[in-house]
């Protein structure tokens, strides 16, 4: 059997008019049309900053568009808003919010399967949701769609990681920190249904820096953005700071995956943009 190739782009991060991280992406979409893997996962936060940017979503769309690969979309906090519970962000995640990015990019999550793999995409953003009622929803549709795989092996993929350091961590005091990943309740929920499921794999954005590691049998593989790196050279970092992209190939016996385009695209260090601006 051939392998699965499946290419994973994470925090695009594109804005109408504005030419920084639209420089990779032009990049970025030549080497998927050149390489043609199975199918493209967009891993969140396609949009630029403002998830109530309709010129941003536009033009995000209007990018995608032309990519001859058939693309999965999961939601990030710029796209949807911040989770409730654990967000930072003013603008939080809504019904109205989500309902905006699936008439745009057609899903908020994904189930399929491939080269004796489950493959399970979810909308990071309802984790911690207070109650909402599309975060039951979702979870829901998770069990389901994980026993639908019938114990092969599966890989979840997700906006954010779901811990820094360890699983056991709490939720940080910090909001800049918290903000970072799941928080501990809805990870501890969703580490259980991996482990009664067979997830080998978790695969999540968010955090620009690129880092891989295994716990418990779970893989744990941070996706770099290929838009930009975050914060300053002195800030903590928990992966590389570095930008690209996920080239997975999937064959019933495992997985293989490299890390492409830190050699090719602009680091774009975000903070030099930002340095001196209230608030940043
Ligand atoms: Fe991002
Ligand atoms: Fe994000």
Same mark, same amino acid.
């Given at each position: 059997?051939?392998?699965?190739?499946?290419?994973?782009?994470? #925090?695009?991060?594109?804005?109408?008019?504005?030419?920084?991280?639209?420089?990779?992406?032009?990049?970025? &979409?030549?080497?998927?049309?050149?390489?043609?893997?199975?199918?493209?996962?967009?891993?969140?936060?396609?949009?630029?900053?403002?998830? #109530?940017?309709?010129?941003?979503?536009?033009?995000?769309?209007?990018?995608?568009?032309?990519?001859?690969?058939?693309?999965?979309?999961?939601?990030?906090?710029?796209?949807?808003?911040?989770?409730?519970?654990?967000?930072?962000? @003013?603008?939080?995640?809504?019904?109205?919010?989500?309902?905006?990015?699936?008439?745009?990019?057609?899903?908020?999550? *994904?189930?399929?399967?491939?080269?004796?793999?489950?493959?399970?995409?979810?909308?990071?953003?309802?984790?911690?949701?207070?109650?909402?009622?599309?975060?039951?929803?979702?979870?829901?549709?998770?069990?389901?769609?994980?026993?639908?795989?019938?114990? /092969?092996?599966?890989?979840?993929?997700?906006? /954010?990681?779901?811990?820094?350091?360890?699983?056991?961590?709490? #939720?940080?005091?910090?909001?800049?920190?918290?903000?970072?990943? &799941?928080?501990?309740?809805?990870?501890?929920?969703?580490?259980?249904?991996?482990?009664?499921?067979?997830?080998?794999?978790?695969?999540?954005?968010?955090?620009?820096?690129?880092?891989?590691?295994?716990?418990?049998?779970?893989?744990?593989?941070?996706?770099?953005?290929?838009?930009?790196?975050?914060? &300053?050279? #002195?800030?903590?970092?928990?992966?590389?700071? @570095?930008?690209? *992209?996920?080239?997975?190939?999937?064959?019933?016996?495992?997985?293989?995956?490299?890390?492409?385009?830190?050699?090719?695209?602009?680091?774009?260090?975000?903070?030099?943009?930002?340095?001196?601006?209230?608030?940043?």
């Amino acid at each position: 059997m051939n392998a699965y190739r499946l290419v994973q782009v994470a #925090d695009l991060h594109l804005g109408a008019g504005q030419e920084h991280h639209f420089d990779n992406w032009r990049k970025v &979409a030549a080497w998927i049309a050149r390489e043609k893997p199975d199918t493209v996962v967009v891993n969140g936060d396609l949009i630029m900053g403002d998830p #109530d940017d309709e010129a941003d979503y536009a033009f995000a769309r209007a990018t995608m568009a032309p990519l001859p690969v058939h693309c999965r979309y999961l939601p990030g906090n710029h796209d949807i808003g911040d989770n409730i519970v654990s967000g930072k962000m @003013e603008k939080r995640v809504s019904d109205a919010r989500r309902a905006r990015f699936v008439s745009h990019f057609g899903e908020e999550r *994904f189930a399929f399967e491939a080269a004796g793999w489950g493959f399970a995409g979810i909308n990071a953003q309802l984790l911690g949701s207070d109650g909402q009622p599309a975060e039951a929803e979702q979870w829901a549709w998770l069990e389901k769609a994980l026993a639908g795989f019938g114990g /092969k092996p599966t890989a979840l993929f997700l906006h /954010k990681p779901l811990f820094l350091d360890h699983p056991s961590e709490p #939720d940080c005091e910090d909001p800049s920190m918290r903000q970072s990943c &799941a928080d501990a309740a809805s990870r501890a929920r969703l580490l259980d249904l991996c482990k009664r499921h067979r997830v080998r794999l978790v695969s999540s954005g968010h955090k620009h820096q690129t880092r891989s590691f295994s716990l418990d049998g779970i893989y744990y593989i941070w996706a770099p953005s290929t838009a930009c790196v975050n914060g &300053a050279p #002195d800030a903590k970092h928990w992966g590389a700071r @570095e930008v690209g *992209f996920v080239d997975y190939r999937f064959t019933p016996e495992g997985f293989d995956h490299r890390i492409v385009g830190a050699d090719f695209l602009f680091r774009h260090e975000n903070y030099i943009r930002k340095y001196g601006v209230a608030g940043q």
